[in-house]
């Protein structure tokens, strides 16, 4: 009877917190387009209260730790070498403060995605 009781709950537990999934959910797939450079800077130039700011999160994630996966291996070459301490939320200002900087290079900006957040990356934290 007790679980019972518990799960009679559960209906409107899920329903307490649909107001705060529900905002996250807004945000469109036309709306986090990853196709160029471009896109991930426009994806990470969102306001931080927006959603988008999760998308660019993981994306920054997702390439530096395959960049440490891969380069972990002694026959691979580091392209980033960061600090101790270093946080996503640094890497994001890395590649707005680069993309800032070569705003008018179609090419750069053009590029997919993951290879313009290195480049930014290793621009602002370079192996030695």
């Not at 959910?25 to 994806?43: M, P, Q, R, S, W």
């Amino acid at each position: 009877m007790a679980k019972r009781r518990r799960l009679a709950f559960l209906p409107a537990i899920l329903l307490m917190t649909l107001p705060v999934v529900e905002p996250a959910l807004a945000v469109g797939n036309e709306d986090l387009g990853f196709e160029t450079t471009e896109d991930l800077v426009a994806v990470c130039s969102a306001p931080d209260s927006s959603p988008a700011q999760l998308a660019c999160t993981g994306f920054i994630e997702a390439t530096v730790q395959y960049h440490d996966a891969v380069s972990d291996r002694k026959n691979l070459k580091r392209l980033i070498c960061y600090p101790a301490g270093t946080s996503i939320e640094d890497g994001r200002a890395a590649l707005l403060n680069w993309a800032s900087a070569n705003r008018d290079s179609a090419d750069l900006m053009g590029e997919m995605p993951v290879i313009g957040l290195v480049r930014a990356l290793a621009a602002a934290y370079p192996c030695r």
